[in-house]
């Protein structure tokens, strides 16, 4: 006889495989609600040009440089020493130093949990290549995961004789357009075993469409609204 093993939840395991993979692959910097992602070999240019630190007032560079902590509050430095010490900061320098002194510039855009104060605030340097769908996803949302596997069961003349193979198992959660996006239906309707002839001998056996028969299992057992594990 033929045997189904369904497991399909929301998991919180690979949700954290996700997103220490991106930290792993990206240069970048976290704290609770900022994300700073260097991109396309950013991380080490410079952040000011030179010209731009040229055409602001000595006040304006002193304001600039105490705010980042880049001098001392009240220390007295001639406008080319100022535009030194603000020349050579680069990206990562500057968004480490605006941090620790709450005076980031603008976000990108900002990424919004399910709770109340569930936000980051995301900067793109270098160019944009994260979507705000993505890194919401990666921040605050788990991934499916759904699979079906399919066990050959034969029961000898004793019940320590009985024999469990696995025949094939089917990722589910790859029928999906977004993995972050539960629907039963949209799984249902996508299903279709395309190696047919593979199970040829087992249809023959058990006298069945194996198609229809996981398409039927699926229709009594998939969630409506899976869990989270």
């Known amino acids: 006889m033929l045997k189904f093993e369904l497991n399909a939840y929301y998991d919180t395991d690979l949700s954290s495989v996700y997103f220490n993979d991106f930290k792993n692959e990206n240069n970048v910097i976290l704290d ?20 731009k630190l040229a055409k602001m007032k000595k006040e304006q560079l002193q304001e600039l440089a105490e705010n980042l902590g880049v001098i001392y509050c009240g220390e007295e430095l001639t406008k080319v020493e100022l535009i030194e010490k603000l020349f050579f900061l680069d990206n990562e320098a500057f968004y480490t130093k605006a941090l620790e002194n709450n005076c980031l510039p603008p976000e990108d855009f900002t990424i919004l949990g399910y709770s109340q104060g569930d936000f980051v605030q995301v900067y793109q340097v270098g160019g944009s290549e994260y979507s705000q769908d993505y890194l919401t996803n990666l921040f605050f949302n788990c991934p499916i995961y759904a699979v079906l596997r399919v066990y050959e ?48 001998d087992i249809n023959e056996k058990y006298k069945i469409d194996l198609e229809k028969e996981i398409k039927k299992y699926l229709e009594e057992n998939l969630p409506e609204d899976p869990s989270y594990k």
């Open 32 to 51: 609770s609600h900022h994300c700073i992602i260097f991109n396309n070999g950013s991380k080490n240019e410079l952040y000011f040009k030179k010209s």
């Open 153 to 200: 069961i034969e029961q000898g003349v004793f019940l320590h004789d009985t024999k469990e193979e696995e025949i094939t198992e089917f990722y589910l959660d790859e029928l999906l357009a977004n993995i972050y996006e539960y629907d039963k239906n949209e799984i249902l309707v996508n299903f279709k075993i395309h190696r047919v002839d593979a199970f040829k």
